[in-house]
């Protein structure tokens, strides 16, 4: 099966190409709301031209959004130029776990995509830690329930705060310094940003898991592979993880 997935974040919306047994390509381009789905579908297409394939080899496709403005627009778009609708994530779909949190509709899509990937690979309690506009901790317990999230501001959203509150202090790059003292500036601002944000996701597990119990933790997200050495609380990384959970809800909810 030739699968589409599309994930749309509110800083990066991700294409990928699934054919059954691999991600054959993924792409990652900057989500712009004022961006037509017209633009996205010729984006797309362009990306498919250099891949040597083509819109109509698809035979199901799958939409993870939490920017509302884009959603209805893209499903259109996809639509349109397949010849089918594509599957869009909700808590109302077949999902494989249960959403047992207060009000399940209100569970981001990729949260959701997230939790279908990590219990099927650890089938046990697990935590996803999804390093993105936010940093997102997505909880699952035995047996197969999504019981709950954290959410936090993400690192470059904290950073570009800090930088634009603070005329004195210049955009740095988001790694650790050398030292955790810094003895200037910018490594006293990469310790306070990026130290101190590992030191808040360590803190967090270590509190769900004193909730939870023993859990395996995984991370995702644009900067997992970049913060992921720097702390002993990840069992896996895996940037990726959130497209294996549209391609595992793709499989449970066929098309018609």
Same mark, same amino acid.
């Given at each position: 099966m030739m699968?589409?997935?599309i994930? *749309?974040?509110?800083?990066?919306t991700?294409?990928?190409?699934h054919?059954g047994h691999?991600w ?5 381009v900057q989500?712009?709301?004022?961006r037509?789905?017209d633009?996205y ?7 498919l031209?250099?891949?040597g394939?083509? !819109?109509?080899q ?5 939409l993870s959004?939490v920017?509302p ?6 499903r259109?778009?996809?639509a349109?130029?397949?010849?089918f ?8 779909i077949?999902t494989?776990?249960?959403i047992r949190?207060?009000? =399940?509709? &209100?569970v981001?899509?990729d #949260? ?5 990937a990590?219990?099927d #690979?650890?089938?046990g ?6 390093f993105g506009?936010?940093?997102a ?5 035995? =047996? ?8 936090a501001?993400?690192?470059r ?5 800090l930088?634009?509150?603070a005329?004195?202090l210049?955009?740095v790059?988001?790694?650790p310094p =050398? ?5 200037n500036?910018v490594h ?6 990026v ?11 270590d509190?769900?898991?004193?909730? %939870?119990?023993?859990?395996? *933790?995984?991370?995702t ?5 970049? %913060?992921?050495p720097?702390?002993d #609380?990840?069992?896996?990384?895996d940037p990726?993880?959130? !497209?294996?959970?549209l391609? %595992?809800?793709a &499989? ?5």
């Amino acid at each position: 099966m030739m699968l589409l997935a599309i994930d *749309v974040g509110n800083t990066n919306t991700v294409f990928g190409v699934h054919d059954g047994h691999a991600w054959l390509h993924t792409w990652r381009v900057q989500t712009v709301q004022e961006r037509m789905p017209d633009e996205y579908a010729v984006m797309f297409q362009m990306f498919l031209r250099e891949a040597g394939l083509q !819109l109509d080899q698809f035979d199901h496709a799958v939409l993870s959004s939490v920017v509302p403005q884009l959603t209805s627009g893209l499903r259109d778009m996809v639509a349109q130029r397949t010849g089918f609708d594509p599957l869009v994530v909700s808590a109302t779909i077949n999902t494989g776990v249960r959403i047992r949190t207060d009000f =399940p509709n &209100e569970v981001g899509t990729d #949260r959701i995509a997230d939790a279908v990937a990590a219990y099927d #690979r650890f089938q046990g309690n697990c935590i996803v830690v999804d390093f993105g506009t936010a940093t997102a901790f997505t909880i699952v317990a035995e =047996p197969g329930d999504m019981i709950g999230a954290v959410l936090a501001a993400g690192l470059r959203t904290t950073a570009d705060a800090l930088t634009s509150h603070a005329a004195q202090l210049p955009q740095v790059a988001l790694t650790p310094p =050398p030292s955790v003292i810094g003895r200037n500036t910018v490594h006293a601002m990469q310790s306070g940003l990026v130290l101190g944000h590992i030191a808040m996701v360590e803190g967090l597990i270590d509190r769900i898991k004193a909730e %939870l119990g023993d859990a395996h *933790v995984i991370a995702t997200g644009g900067l997992s592979r970049a %913060l992921g050495p720097y702390t002993d #609380r990840f069992d896996a990384i895996d940037p990726w993880l959130t !497209l294996d959970g549209l391609r %595992l809800l793709a &499989e449970r909810n066929p098309r018609p």
